[in-house]
């Protein structure tokens, strides 16, 4: 009778230090749950989005340019600083005007991109021109470029590349 009811509070024992045990596992399995479902601690800003993207291509010798939509969905303007692409020997942002009656391409230094806005980079404005594009370009293929961002952030996107009409 000694040894049953020994045996019945080591058992016990032990069942209460595995239910312990179990408790503090799923303790940290519900804490860590609860972060990845939260996603980062942004107050439930949305990140950097690029939509529309594609690259207007016409030939190696001849610089091909990017355009796209880059979306901010935060609370803070975003400053776009610069582009990198393996499929380019280098990548510039640009601005097209229109200054005397003359078409002009301007190399920007940043581009501002508004809290909860958007920037087009589009045919006649914004665009990356990226210089020396790689022999392997072509209609059909698709690049990935990476943006860089003021604050050190980087978003990388693939850009689908059309021809010369944009088709």
Same mark, same amino acid.
């Given at each position: 009778?000694l @040894?049953?009811? /020994?045996?019945r509070?080591?058992?016990?024992?032990?069942i209460?230090r595995r239910?312990?045990e179990?408790?503090a596992?799923l303790?940290?399995c519900f804490?860590? #749950?609860?972060?990845?479902?939260?996603?980062p601690a942004?107050?439930?800003?949305?990140?950097l989005?690029? *939509?529309? &993207?594609w690259? @207007? !291509? #016409?030939?190696?010798s001849?610089?091909?340019?990017?355009?796209?939509r880059?979306s901010?969905?935060?609370?803070?303007? @975003?400053?776009?600083?610069? &582009?990198? *692409?393996? &499929?380019?020997g280098?990548?510039?942002l640009?601005?097209?005007?229109?200054?005397n009656?003359?078409d002009r391409?301007?190399? /920007? =230094?940043? #581009?501002q991109v508004?809290?909860?806005g958007?920037v087009d !980079?589009?045919?006649?404005?914004y665009h990356l021109m990226c210089m &020396?594009?790689? =022999?392997?370009?072509?209609p059909?293929?698709?690049v990935?470029? *990476?943006l860089? !961002?003021?604050?050190g952030e980087r978003?990388?996107? @693939? !850009?689908t590349v059309?021809g010369?009409t944009?088709?």
């Open positions: 009778m @040894r049953d009811n /020994l045996l509070v080591t058992t016990m024992t032990h209460r239910l312990s179990m408790g596992v303790s940290v804490v860590v #749950i609860a972060a990845l479902v939260s996603g942004r107050g439930g800003e949305q990140e989005t690029v *939509s529309g &993207a690259m @207007r !291509f #016409i030939m190696p001849v610089p091909a340019a990017a355009y796209f880059l901010n969905g935060s609370a803070r303007p @975003r400053v776009l600083v610069g &582009a990198d *692409s393996p &499929a380019c280098m990548l510039m640009h601005e097209s005007l229109v200054q009656g003359m391409m301007v190399m /920007l =230094k940043s #581009i508004p809290a909860h958007h !980079f589009a045919p006649g404005h &020396a594009p790689s =022999k392997g370009m072509s059909g293929q698709s990935t470029i *990476s860089r !961002f003021a604050d978003v990388m996107a @693939r !850009f059309r010369a944009g088709r």
